[in-house]
T-cell receptor, first 111, second 114 residues
Framework: SQQGEEDPQALSIQEGENATMNCSYK?????LQWYRQNSGRGLVHLIL?????REKHSGRLRVTLDTSKKSSSLLITASRAADTASYFC???????????FGAGTTVTVRA | KAGVTQTPRYLIKTRGQQVTLSCSPI?????VSWYQQTPGQGLQFLFE???????NKGNFPGRFSGRQFSNSRSEMNVSTLELGDSALYLC?????????????FGPGTRLTVL
């Protein structure tokens, strides 16, 4: 079974717009990460946020984490056609040695 | 550094057969994890190996097994294949530190069971 839910399941936006997706999880975590997957290929790591951090930036990506609500959000600013992909949040716990993934959000960026 | 490699990339088998998938981690990484991805169940953790020891195992039947060699390369085996085993099998490598962290994924092996 998966750790949590992602919302929305799918998102369609115009190039240049921002895309926001949310992730909720169920148990205490050590880290929360976001990954991107293009067309059923391997996962590419985007950003990691630790449980004691609230916000993190990397290029056009902004991630927030609210451990009291067990939720995270990923914002992609100024989207490009190349951002079209599925995005997954994944959590890990101390000494768990595994990632628990959400169901993913499919993002389509229209030219 | 070369990335994570998985072989074969595509595989077609029939029910009842067995299959072995291979994963070579990034040089210097001692942890290898395996995940199964299906449209219905999403990404699910199979098992993780560190220095030839299995440290965690997901909720899969005993038909799914794995091992890791002294050079950190890993194999997973699925015996008595069922139609529901059709999936993308992803391997990931990492340093394996207890604090967790980024995992580097291979391109996956797409298994089709007929």
């Amino acid at each position: 079974s998966q750790q949590g839910e992602e919302d929305p399941q799918a998102l369609s936006i115009q190039e240049g717009e921002n895309a926001t997706m949310n992730c909720s999880y169920k148990t205490s975590i050590n880290n929360l990460q976001w990954y991107r997957q293009n067309s059923g290929r391997g996962l590419v790591h985007l950003i990691l946020i630790r449980s004691n951090e609230r916000e993190k930036h990397s290029g056009r990506l902004r991630v927030t984490l609210d451990t009291s609500k067990k939720s995270s959000s990923l914002l992609i600013t100024a989207s490009r056609a190349a951002d079209t992909a599925s995005y997954f949040c994944a959590t890990d716990a101390v000494n768990d040695y595994k990632l628990s993934f959400g169901a993913g959000t499919t993002v389509t960026v229209r030219a | 550094k070369a990335g994570v490699t998985q072989t074969p990339r595509y595989l077609i088998k029939t029910r009842g057969q067995q299959v072995t998938l291979s994963c070579s981690p990034i040089s210097g990484h001692r942890s290898v994890s395996w995940y199964q991805q299906t449209p219905g169940q999403g990404l699910q953790f199979l098992f993780e190996y560190f220095s030839e020891t299995q440290r965690n195992k997901g909720n899969f039947p005993g038909r799914f097994s794995g091992r890791q060699f002294s050079n950190s390369r890993s194999e997973m085996n699925v015996s008595t294949l069922e139609l529901g085993d059709s999936a993308l099998y992803l391997c990931a490598s990492s340093s394996g530190l207890a604090g967790g962290g980024e995992q580097f994924f291979g391109p996956g092996t797409r298994l089709t069971v007929l």
